[in-house]
Antibody, heavy 120, light 108 residues
Framework: QLQLQESGPGLVKPSETLSLNCTVS??????????WGWIRQPPGKGLEWIGT???????YYNPSLTSRVTISVDTSKNQFSLRLNSVTAADTAVYYC????????????WGQGTLVTVSS | EIVLTQSPGTLSLSPGEGASLSCRAS??????LAWYQQRPGQAPRLLIY???SRATGIPDRFSGSGSGTDFTLTISRLEPEDFAVYYC??????????FGGGTKVDIK
C-alpha cells in the first residue's frame, strides 16, 4: 500500500529556508505514470498547490511561489523534497506531499501532513 | 490563472439529508475537476475525479456532475462521517492545481 511521509523541521526562522522531505513507500517514485507534489494549508484556511515534480526532475510551480520554491527528486532514496526560501509568517502552514497522476492530474494519495511554523 | 469559487461557504444539515455543493471555474476546465473531503485533523481524501468518476472505495452516495465551468458534488444521504470540508480542484495541465476555497458541511 502506497504511503507518503513528510519530514523536516517544525520551526523555521523568518528569512530562512524551509526544507521538507517526502519519503514514498509501497511504490516507486520512478514510476512513469505519476507526478509527485506539495500542497500547503495555513491554519484554518484552504489548500494551496505549491508545485509538482516528475521522476526525471522536471518541475512545475505555482506562479505565486515560483521565485522562492524548489522541488527536487532523489530516486535512489525514493524521496522528493521541497525548499522554500525567504520565509515569513505567511508561510506557516501544514505541508502535505501527495502523488499526482500523469494522465489524470488529481492528487490520489496524500501524506498525513506536517506543520511548519515560521517564527523567531 | 483559473479561479475556483465554491458555494455556499457553509452548509448546515442534519444526518440523512442530501447536500449539493457548487464549484464554479473562471474559465473552462472541461472535465478536469476533482473533489476532496477533509475531516478535522486529517489530510484531504480524493472523492471524485474527471468531474463525475468516484475514486476507489468512495461510497455511491457521493456523486459529481458538470463540465466546463459549473460543477456539483452531491451527497445523497449524509452520514455522520460526511460532516467535513469539501474542496474542488482543477487539473487541466501539469502547471495547474488551483483549489477552491472549500465548503464546510456541518451538523444542524
Amino acid at each position: 500500500q502506497l504511503q507518503l511521509q513528510e519530514s523536516g523541521p517544525g520551526l523555521v526562522k523568518p528569512s530562512e529556508t524551509l526544507s521538507l522531505n517526502c519519503t514514498v513507500s509501497g511504490g516507486s517514485i520512478s514510476a512513469t505514470t505519476y507526478y509527485w507534489g506539495w500542497i500547503r494549508q495555513p491554519p484554518g484556511k484552504g489548500l494551496e498547490w505549491i508545485g509538482t515534480v516528475y521522476y526525471s526532475g522536471r518541475t512545475y510551480y505555482n506562479p505565486s511561489l515560483t521565485s522562492r520554491v524548489t522541488i527536487s527528486v532523489d530516486t535512489s532514496k525514493n524521496q522528493f523534497s521541497l525548499r522554500l526560501n525567504s520565509v515569513t509568517a505567511a508561510d506557516t502552514a501544514v505541508y502535505y506531499c501527495a502523488r499526482r497522476g500523469y494522465d489524470l492530474l488529481m492528487f490520489d494519495h496524500w501524506g498525513q501532513g506536517t506543520l511548519v511554523t515560521v517564527s523567531s | 490563472e483559473i479561479v475556483l469559487t465554491q458555494s455556499p461557504g457553509t452548509l448546515s444539515l442534519s444526518p440523512g439529508e442530501g447536500a449539493s455543493l457548487s464549484c464554479r471555474a473562471s474559465q473552462s476546465v472541461r472535465k478536469y475537476l476533482a473533489w476532496y473531503q477533509q475531516r478535522p485533523g486529517q489530510a484531504p481524501r480524493l472523492l471524485i475525479y474527471g468531474a463525475s468518476s468516484r475514486a476507489t472505495g468512495i461510497p455511491d452516495r457521493f456523486s459529481g456532475s458538470g463540465s466546463g465551468t459549473d460543477f456539483t458534488l452531491t451527497i445523497s444521504r449524509l452520514e455522520p462521517e460526511d460532516f467535513a470540508v469539501y474542496y474542488c480542484q482543477e487539473y487541466n495541465t501539469p502547471t495547474s492545481g488551483t483549489f477552491g476555497g472549500g465548503t464546510k458541511v456541518d451538523i444542524k
